[in-house]
């Protein structure tokens, strides 16, 4: 059982920066898959990064490509989306997930789900 808690979440003005954290607890991480997901009001969920467990290969959404950065530090069990240039659009409630055998950026087969930070950017 992986348990998930994000945290790093706030206002930012656009242009402004954030890093989230996801810390795990329950079982190292190893070879799961450790992805960034958010939804906003009114929309379906997205994938906006994934870390995988294995050969360790980093995806981002066409949205996060050049602005965001996902890394991992096993030693603290940590994933982490450092979040550059922000956007109004990047507005959202952001979750952690952790999961075996997943789609790097579908939320389908990821198991394990932290409870979400609100990131807000506005001026």
């Known amino acids: 059982q992986l348990y998930l808690v994000e945290s790093g979440g706030g206002l930012v003005q656009p242009g402004g920066s954030l890093r989230l954290s996801c810390v795990a607890s329950?079982?190292?991480?190893?070879?799961?898959?450790i992805a960034w997901f958010r939804q906003a009001p009114g929309k379906e969920r997205e994938g906006v990064a994934c870390?995988?467990?294995?050969?360790?290969?980093?995806y981002y959404s066409d949205s996060a490509k050049g602005r965001f950065t996902i890394s991992r530090d096993d030693a603290k069990n940590t994933v982490f989306l450092q979040m550059n240039s922000l956007k109004p659009e990047d507005t959202a409630v952001y979750y952690c997930?952790?999961?075996?055998?997943?789609?790097?950026?579908?939320?389908?087969?990821?198991?394990?789900w932290g409870q979400g930070t609100q990131v807000t950017v506005s001026s």
């Open positions: 997930a952790g999961g075996l055998g997943v789609v790097p950026l579908m939320d389908e087969l990821y198991d394990y």
């Open positions: 329950g079982e190292p991480l190893g070879a799961h898959a």
């Open positions: 870390l995988s467990g294995g050969d360790g290969s980093i």
